[in-house]
């Protein structure tokens, strides 16, 4: 689906980008869309969390904030990224607080990969159609949204990627929405983004039955846990679920 909003910001004005990260994420669903956001021309991008003491992704790499939620101040973009450690946020209010007061004022707010359950439990997917990674799914209709298998969905401004390197695709859209495409073409080509899988399995659709059914087998546990979260949260947001 793609259905924007959003209107191209002048090249003189600055785009001020906010990136939330936090413990657990998945550190591709922020770099992926840093290396297209970044290059946008005339704009800033900081990293925000509830202090500034650095914060490890879920396969331990490290990343370091620049600021406190508390210390960002107004924002263009709004970038929040997912992985496992999106379970503590999903009820967190300090958190949930700060993603409805940006995104309130934001000209954009782009969720990657389970960003988008963050999204969804601060209210913010009521009547929007959006994606998330493809485990996740189902689990958006919790939050009043209607899921799509688009691997990148634009319902007014706000924009989502399916699973962790989709997140590059969509940044290349937001860049577009923004900026316009030639410019968002230019950094593509300056990425070299140019994607040949080595296998066709991508997609569950498209995926070996074996294949398919190891990856089901070890997300299981989080999937799980995810969704008696998401049923916890849709309850609290009086989302009627058939």
Not at 17 to 23: E, H, L, Q, S, T
Not at 57 to 72: F, V
Not at 149 to 155: E, L, S
Request: some cysteine; hydrophobic content about 45%.
């Amino acid at each position: 689906m793609s259905s924007s909003s959003i209107a191209i910001i002048p090249p003189q004005r600055p785009i001020a980008i906010v990136a939330i990260i936090f413990p657990g994420m998945d550190q591709i669903d922020l770099t992926g869309p840093f290396a297209v956001l970044a290059r946008l021309p005339n704009s800033s991008i900081r990293l925000v969390w509830k202090d500034r003491e650095p914060i490890r992704d879920h396969l331990g790499l490290g990343l370091l904030p620049d600021a406190t939620l508390a210390e960002t101040g107004p924002v263009d973009l709004l970038l929040v990224p997912g992985g496992p450690g999106q379970e503590q946020l999903m009820e967190d209010e300090e958190v949930l607080a700060f993603l409805r007061d940006m995104g309130e004022s934001a000209t954009c707010v782009y969720s990657v990969c389970t960003g988008s359950m963050i999204c969804g439990a601060a209210g913010m997917l009521k009547g929007k159609s959006a994606t998330t990674h493809w485990t996740a799914l189902r689990l958006l209709k919790y939050f009043g949204a209607t899921p799509s298998t688009d691997r990148v969905v634009i319902d007014g401004k706000y924009v989502s990627a399916a699973g962790l390197t989709s997140g590059i695709d969509g940044a290349l859209r937001v860049a577009a929405l923004l900026r316009g495409e030639e410019v968002a073409q230019s950094i593509q080509l300056a990425i070299q983004y140019a994607p040949d899988p080595p296998y066709a399995c991508g997609e569950p659709e498209i995926a070996p039955p074996e294949i398919l059914a190891n990856v089901l087998t070890q997300t299981s546990e989080l999937t799980a846990r995810r969704e008696a979260t998401a049923q916890r949260i849709g309850a609290k947001l009086g989302i009627a679920v058939s």
